[in-house]
């Protein structure tokens, strides 16, 4: 590990320095850590946050040993790809109106953007380009003795060779998909930028903008869906929009049913 100003491999911690600077001015002074190598920057984000840090520490890490997705599986976390973990602190209030997820995914689809791709969301937590994930969020809520902890975890795969990716699901990353990626430490700023200001906004009560931004990022709204909830429990509907909180509001085929769902996997579009 190095703290900022010591190089870390292909990601120079003073660059990284620079670029949280650049993109988001408001965290420049909260904890930093850029690694070669770790476990999983979310856990790392979460032991300092337990030892109290402020809101905007970031952990960014070159490669992952352990990274993980949702439910126990593996987050593939080769050198190529961008591994950061933030400490945000919610207030009650704040947290009860934050779709960090949704937020998570539009501001890295914005990154991309940035960078020449068209990437898509898909509810409730990949980042898309051509059909094939390049981003995936991992959102991690807590307590300690500051209140409140979310560890939002975002793993970018930015110049990662086809051979890195899992053969189990179609991934890609930015340079297979645009035949050219930037460095890491210009993801990470376009990133961070996006992702405050939106965080800013639902501080300040706003939101509307921000799932707007994200439904025009989502093809499959508007269209029948099947989620899966469980091994055994599949639901399909038509995918409506998105609750204020993030959540995929799906109604029913008779037209007389509309719900909330807060997590699940999309399978596809459903038959008719
Ligand atoms: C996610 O989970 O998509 C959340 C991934 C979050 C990773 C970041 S990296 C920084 C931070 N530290 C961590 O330890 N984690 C976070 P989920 O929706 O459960 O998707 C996981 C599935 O995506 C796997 O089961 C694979 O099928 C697929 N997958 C794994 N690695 C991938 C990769 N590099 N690119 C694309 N797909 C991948």
Redesign the pocket.
Known sequence: MSQAGASSGPLQAADVRAARARGCPAWSEAPLEVHETI?????R?RELGEAGVPEGALVV?AR?E??????G??????EG?L???LVLRPDESMLRRLPATLLGGLAVAQALEDHGAKPELKW???VLLGG???????GELGRDEQGQRLVL?????VS?PQS???A??P???LALATGSAPPLSEVLASFLGHFAGHYAAIRRGGGATILAMASARMPLLGKPIQVRLGPDKVVTGVASGLSATGGLVLEHEDGQRREVLLAG?VEGVAPR
């Open positions: 476990g999983s920057t979310n856990d984000a890490a992952q352990q990274g993980r997705g949702r439910l599986r593996t987050w593939a976390s080769p790809g591994y950061l973990s409730p937590n990949d094939r994930k390049v981003a995936g969020i991992l975890g975002v793993g970018i795969n990662t890195g990716l899992p189990e699901v991934a890609t990353s996997e």
